[in-house]
């Protein structure tokens, strides 16, 4: 399987930061034939992007999408419109959950909107800190993982990338909190387990799981190197070059690419 690093620039960067960064990533970068390297630039600059990236070397995703095809849904794009720009479109990021207030029923609806138009969803998934406190991480987990997969049909189901990012670990939001990689673990093996109680051992193993929350170049090996392991979902650091840049070259060491 492959390890997937995405970097989520969320609402940073105007078009032309995003181009100069993109420009410098496919210099230095090269092809690698088991990294998938992503970024997830603002929506205005995917067109200019999608123009400019060489798509061996690094893919584009958008980092959110409205399950409707076409009509009147003011401020909303949808996977009709943005299917030739990009590879992947993020979908229930916690920032989109908590902030923006979408359902359950909005996420699956749109990780089913993604496959239909032929995107890979990057489904997010993470309790919050009261969750955590209270004992609540596991259900709320499986909720999340198997609601947002409920419409998913089991043809579809290894075009779907699920990522593990605990909302308390989330760069940002004013706490510094950090996930210890033991209990990434942890939630790794529930993970792993729900679906392979829900969609059996092959399925289930086809699925990558993907780690997120104040992931830095000083933190990446100790997630990269869990066995379940299959890549990271970079917020905060994607934005420094350099910091990106070595995650990668991290990566390249660990997987030996
Ligand atoms: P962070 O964000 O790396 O800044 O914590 C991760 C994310 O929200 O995807």
């Not at 400019?52 to 794009?77: C, H, M, S, V, W």
């Not at 359902?103 to 009261?130: F, H, M, N, Q, Y």
């Not at 033991?182 to 086809?206: I, M, N, Q, W």
Request: hydrophobic share 40%; aromatic share 8%; with cysteine.
């Amino acid at each position: 399987m492959k390890t997937y690093i995405i970097g989520n620039w969320k609402m940073n960067f105007t078009v032309g930061e995003s181009s100069l960064y993109l420009h410098k990533l496919l210099t230095k970068l090269h092809f690698y034939r088991d990294i998938e390297v992503i970024v997830a630039p603002s929506a205005l600059a995917l067109q200019p992007l999608s123009l400019q990236t060489n798509r061996r070397k690094i893919k584009l995703a958008a980092q959110n999408i409205f399950y409707r095809d076409y009509g009147p849904y003011t401020g909303e794009f949808s996977v009709a419109q943005v299917r030739s720009l990009v590879d992947y479109v993020i979908v229930g990021h916690s920032e989109r959950r908590h902030i923006f207030h979408e359902s359950d029923k909005d996420i699956k609806l749109k990780v089913a909107a993604a496959l239909r138009g032929g995107l890979t969803p990057i489904l997010c998934i993470g309790e919050t800190e009261s969750e955590r406190t209270f004992g609540e991480t596991a259900d709320v987990l499986k909720d999340q993982l198997l609601g947002g997969l409920a419409d998913v049909s089991r043809e579809e189901l290894s075009k779907v990338i699920v990522a593990y990012e605990p909302v308390w670990a989330i760069s940002g939001h004013g706490s510094s909190a950090v996930a210890s990689p033991l209990d990434v673990a942890d939630v790794f093996v529930l993970l792993r387990k729900t679906l392979k109680e829900t969609y059996g051992p092959k399925l289930s193993a086809e699925i990558p799981l993907l780690f997120g929350g104040s992931v830095k170049s000083l933190n990446a090996e100790s997630y990269l190197s869990l066995a379940d392991c299959n890549g990271l979902l970079i917020g905060g650091a994607s934005l420094i070059f350099s910091e990106f840049n070595d995650i990668i070259e991290i990566t390249k060491q660990i997987k030996n690419d």
